[in-house]
């Protein structure tokens, strides 16, 4: 049947009107939920925030500072450059970081209420890292990585008892304890086979790493308590300010500063001041993210660094006893990493 003018246009604007209409119902119910389906499936690739943490200590933290005790060996014994020349180099490093603060708009020390505590923060990281250089170069590398990073895991262990709110499992309890039993492994034969004629200068050399992993612990869960966006900048620009003031006097007083003329003491100078930053804000970050205690467990690889450096490069003797304990301690960082990557994705459900 033939339709006059005014139907026609009345059907096509009847279908125009429905055909919109059906279609945007049908995009309305399918296109978000696709969307949302394929955001789903991205977020279940993501890793949680606490093992996002442990994975940065470990490779980021850990895998780079265990190059820093033999590097500050070699550059002493190559040209007697002191400790504290070493940590001065390092600090004007960090002041390069006013560029980039400043670039962003942002304030050098940030907020002034968080002034105290970035204060504080880079005085007992300057402490921790002056006793961690002189021992280097007191003691075998290994051991004075080995007692300072195993002290740091205690008494972050100890502080999560007594003074936060942190709960740890049964398995980040096993785990460090193995940590601890492998740092046991490695030092306390050494400890029993000490020279007379240079025990004094070894303890002395263990008490120094035992206070510079004493005073990690304290940096890195004062640098927990901060909260502003920008608190990594200006924590690690404070420590180079700090460091600048305190180190070039006290070098002075103290010690005989070297300028360094050939270039392998540059080259471990320079690999020092690089790879000890790039430790810095990773382990900085990862307390961000979890527990300082696990956080110094996880940078218990920097052991097995120094460890295979000091063996294959310093030629110095590693013990069975060495060889275990850095097997005890590695087993120990898969313990936590599983529980963490098993228990996170059910809790984030």
Not at 135 to 150: C, D, L
Not at 246 to 269: A, E, R, S, Y
Request: net charge neutral; charged share 15%; hydrophobic share 45%.
């Amino acid at each position: 049947m033939q339709l006059t003018v005014g139907e026609n246009e009345a059907r096509g604007t009847r279908a125009g009107e429905d055909g919109p209409a059906d279609g945007g119902e049908k995009q309305g119910s399918h296109g978000p939920d696709g969307e949302e389906g394929a955001w789903k499936g991205w977020r279940k690739c993501w890793l949680p925030d606490e093992v996002k943490g442990l994975v940065v200590a470990l490779f980021g933290g850990g895998l780079p500072a265990g190059f820093v005790a033999p590097f500050t060996k070699i550059a002493y014994e190559a040209s007697h450059v002191p400790s504290l020349e070493i940590l001065l180099f390092r600090c004007i490093l960090h002041l390069a970081l006013f560029f980039y603060i400043k670039a962003r708009g942002g304030s050098l020390f940030g907020p002034r209420e968080a002034w105290r505590s970035t204060f504080i923060h880079a005085v007992i990281n300057i402490v921790s890292i002056a006793c961690a250089y002189s021992s280097f170069m007191v003691i075998p590398a290994g051991n004075a990585a080995t007692v300072r990073k195993g002290t740091s895991t205690v008494c972050s262990a100890l502080m999560a008892l007594v003074i936060d709110s942190y709960q740890l499992s049964i398995y980040d309890w096993i785990g460090l304890s193995g940590s601890l039993v492998g740092l046991a492994l490695i030092v306390v034969p050494d400890l029993m086979r000490l020279d007379r004629t240079s025990r004094l200068s070894d303890v002395f050399g263990y008490i120094l790493a035992m206070l510079g992993g004493l005073a990690l612990a304290m940096a890195l869960m004062i640098f927990r308590t901060l909260t502003h966006p920008s608190k990594l900048m200006t924590a690690t620009f404070s420590f180079g300010v700090v460091g600048s003031l305190v180190c070039g006097p006290l070098m002075l007083l103290l010690q005989k500063p070297i300028v360094p003329v050939d270039p392998l003491t540059w080259c471990c100078v320079t690999g020092i001041t690089v790879l000890a930053l790039v430790s810095f804000f990773c382990a900085n970050y990862a307390v961000t993210k979890t527990h300082p205690a696990l956080v110094c467990a996880f940078l218990h690889s920097e052991v097995v660094v120094t460890m295979t450096i000091q063996h294959f490069v310093l030629h110095e003797p590693v013990t069975r006893f060495g060889l275990s304990g850095a097997t005890v301690i590695i087993c120990s960082i898969i313990v936590i990493t599983a529980q963490s990557m098993t228990q996170n994705p059910k809790e984030s459900k």
